[in-house]
């Protein structure tokens, strides 16, 4: 069955950009609730549609957090009062994850998706049938966005 | 760029993507997965049966809508209620102290005008009795609270004398009353007046009720809604007077 073969595999790639792994169960179960509820999805490629919804839809909680964040921040400066942090924040260990992730958060959401599938070990043909790609094109895709992202890295944070 | 910092570039972008790797491996537990996205699926189902259950019900609210009276004629019922209310918490004016001695009232200003059957409706044709004049309109409210009044004034004391007289200042006159008139049942005459006759009598806004005596003088003057009780009370009073005394 579809959801016992993927569902790992696919909350594990959400939880790759999106820090709470129960959030990102609960990503992967709507991915799959999607998949269910649109009969077109369903056709040739099942395996395709499914990944690059749930990168598309890692990516987009992972920009809803990026902007919580950024009105916590607000609301923290205007009531002055520290937020405590919480298990999570302690132990999502290196900052260089979170650097990661926020510049994955403010790349063209084709390169980000692509970067992260390319990051979770998928080879390049599976990625190009994932997000539809022409294999030929591949290459030029994958200099491109990794040019994006080191740019943006490096504006982000300097080099490191 | 050549080649091998192309390829250096390369190794540093993945480095850095390698950090989203979990330190730990993780498994998600996929039954539970499985038993959530059926809870949801069911609930999604019940969601459309909610949204069938919710146009049922907006379409019987239409429904109760169309049957109930029409918003205006609710608002004009919250109205009156609100000011029988409030006229019922006021302490009753001291009606008679209002209404000016003989001595000081003045003539009223006659008019003659024809009513919706085309009778002559003249004031000093009305000698010997007391006339309730009230300037009104159909579009204002107030005037729709206490119509209803007078009509019950003209009910009751008209075998004792008195007569009631509704001027209408619409501006498009019978166009506006006829059908007002088929609505409501009044008792009294109806006439279109005019601003010249409203003028004479200090008409300003609307409603304007004035009282003659039998001797044809203005006894009282209200502008605004009439409280119904003091104005009862100031009728009852110039009923009492005879015809008689006002001439002396």
């Known amino acids: ?160 | 760029m050549d080649k091998n910092s192309s390829v250096r570039d390369n190794a540093w972008v993945d480095e850095h993507l390698a950090t989203l790797s979990p330190s730990d491996t993780w498994n998600p537990d996929v039954s539970a997965g499985l038993q959530r996205l059926r809870e949801l699926h069911v609930r999604g189902n019940s969601f459309s049966k909610r949204w069938i259950f919710a146009s049922m019900g907006a379409v019987v609210a239409c429904l109760c809508l169309m049957v109930l009276p029409s918003p205006k004629v609710l608002a004009h019922r919250c109205l009156e209620c609100s000011v029988a209310v409030w006229q019922s918490l006021l302490p009753s004016a001291p009606a008679l102290t209002d209404i000016k001695s003989p001595s000081g009232r003045s003539l009223a200003p006659d008019f003659n005008l024809k009513d919706a059957n085309g009778r002559d409706v003249k004031l000093t044709d009305l000698k010997g009795k007391v006339v309730l004049v009230n300037f009104w309109t159909t579009w204002c409210e107030g005037c729709q609270v206490e119509i209803p009044w007078f009509i019950e004034f003209q009910k009751e004391y008209e075998a004792r004398g008195l007569v009631v007289i509704g001027i209408s200042m619409d501006d498009d006159g019978w166009k506006s009353v006829r059908p007002w008139l088929k609505e409501k049942k009044v008792n009294y005459p109806i006439v279109i007046g005019n601003e010249g006759l409203g003028k004479q009598y200090g008409l300003d806004g609307m409603p304007l009720t004035a009282l003659v005596d039998r001797e044809g003088r203005i006894a009282d003057v209200h502008p605004g809604l009439v409280d119904k009780a003091a104005t009862q009370q100031k009728i009852r009073a110039l009923l009492q007077e005879s015809f008689n005394d006002a001439t002396n």
Request: net charge positive.
């Open chain 1, 1 to 160: 069955m579809l959801f016992r073969a993927h569902y790992e595999r696919v909350a594990q790639i959400i939880a790759r950009v999106v820090r709470d792994r129960a959030r990102s169960e609960d990503i992967a179960v709507e991915v799959f609730l999607k998949l269910w509820r649109n009969y077109k999805a369903q056709g040739q490629n099942v395996e395709g549609w499914l990944y690059r919804v749930a990168v598309r839809a890692a990516l987009d909680e992972l920009r809803r957090q990026a902007r919580r964040g950024h009105y916590e921040r607000m609301v923290a400066w205007v009531c002055a009062r520290p937020t405590p942090a919480t298990p999570e924040d302690i132990h999502s260990v290196s900052q260089k994850q979170e650097k990661v992730r926020s510049v994955l958060s403010a790349l063209e959401p084709r390169q980000a998706q692509f970067l992260l599938l390319r990051s979770h070990d998928f080879t390049y043909q599976e990625v190009a049938s994932i997000l539809n790609l022409n294999p030929a094109s591949i290459g030029t895709l994958v200099s491109r966005a990794q040019e994006s992202f080191r740019k943006e890295y490096i504006k982000r944070y300097g080099q490191e």
